[in-house]
């Protein structure tokens, strides 16, 4: 079950990433700062949302952090 801080967390990184037109991992970092939160904390909650972690991932294959899975299209 999602808390309501989890749900609000994932809910304000996607308005972030809608409005600012940014990427998954730039959007957290944003949500981070404009919060004055722990980066501990914030992974906590994207721990627990694997819909937002595998954003989180794919923006990070996508900027070479993280070594690129292989996708099968179906």
């Given amino acids: 079950m999602v808390n309501k801080f989890n749900a609000e967390v994932s809910t304000a990184i996607e308005v972030i990433v809608a409005e600012k037109n940014i990427n998954y991992l730039d959007a957290v970092m944003f949500y981070i700062e404009s919060n004055g939160l722990e980066l501990e904390s914030v992974a906590e909650v ?29």
């Fill in 46 to 74: 994207i721990k627990n949302i694997p819909s937002l972690k595998a954003k989180i991932y794919d923006a990070c294959s996508d900027l070479n952090l993280v070594e690129k899975v292989n996708k099968l299209d179906f």
